[in-house]
T-cell receptor, first 112, second 116 residues
Framework: DGGITQSPKYLFRKEGQNVTLSCEQN?????MYWYRQDPGQGLRLIYY???????QKGDIAEGYSVSREKKESFPLTVTSAQKNPTAFYLC???????????FGPGTRLTVL | GESVGLHLPTLSVQEGDNSIINCAYS??????FIWYKQESGKGPQFIID?????DKRQGQRVTVLLNKTVKHLSLQIAATQPGDSAVYFC???????????????FGQGTILTVHP
């Protein structure tokens, strides 16, 4: 987990509502990532950001949005357009020019 | 063994045995590989990594072997303990045109269960 925090640990949402997941890091890392994990599956990349005020779509960006206004923060919004949002969401970060990503503890989102 | 795109394999061992977890990677241009351990309900933890200019790297009780010829990666855990029970993921960096974009592609994981 290191210096990466995610909140809340558990989150419940009603269908049709947007919800924002928090990711903060105090490691001074440049790049940050959001992944989605479903039971029995690996991690799939939603969005990533290599520098403040810039971000790129990953493999499954539809129904999600992000912002990167500060180096230490990379919040993820799960919108009502995401058809199947129930999953475990993981945030990661790494310094510029390196490949080793370090993960936060995750947020489990359940849509009721 | 584990491979991107297949269902989750499992490995069951007795405490004190050595464990070997396998991973087949997809991109021959990948030059960096990493193993993560994920306990239930937690984020993945870094275990060990290896660059493509090496074929073996050792850590504390863990060894990673890389065979670039057949695009195969393995994680060996010596004297496996109940605390080693977890899901283990391999990951490769994404390289295109000779450039690593800092992104990783993850395998789907292997469940390791260690019996006392």
């Amino acid at each position: 987990d290191g210096g990466i925090t995610q909140s809340p640990k558990y989150l419940f949402r009603k269908e049709g509502q947007n919800v924002t997941l928090s990711c903060e890091q105090n490691l001074n890392h440049d790049a940050m990532y959001w992944y989605r994990q479903d039971p029995g599956q690996g991690l799939r990349l939603i969005y990533y950001s290599q520098i403040v005020n810039d971000f790129q779509k990953g493999d499954i960006a539809e129904g999600y949005s992000v912002s990167r206004e500060k180096k230490e923060s990379f919040p993820l919004t799960v919108t009502s357009a995401q058809k199947n949002p129930t999953a475990f969401y993981l945030c990661a970060s790494n310094p510029w020019g390196t490949d080793t990503q370090y993960f936060g503890p995750g947020t489990r989102l359940t849509v009721l | 063994g584990e491979s991107v795109g297949l269902h989750l394999p499992t490995l069951s061992v007795q405490e004190g045995d050595n464990s070997i977890i396998n991973c087949a990677y997809s991109n021959s241009a990948s030059d960096y590989f990493i193993w993560y351990k994920q306990e239930s309900g937690k984020g993945p933890q870094f275990i060990i990594d290896i660059r493509s200019n090496m074929d073996k790297r050792q850590g504390q009780r863990v060894t990673v072997l890389l065979n670039k010829t057949v695009k195969h990666l393995s994680l060996q855990i010596a004297a496996t303990q109940p605390g080693d029970s977890a899901v283990y993921f391999c990951a490769e960096n994404m390289v295109a045109g000779g450039t690593s974009y800092g992104k990783l592609t993850f395998g789907q994981g292997t469940i390791l269960t260690v019996h006392p």
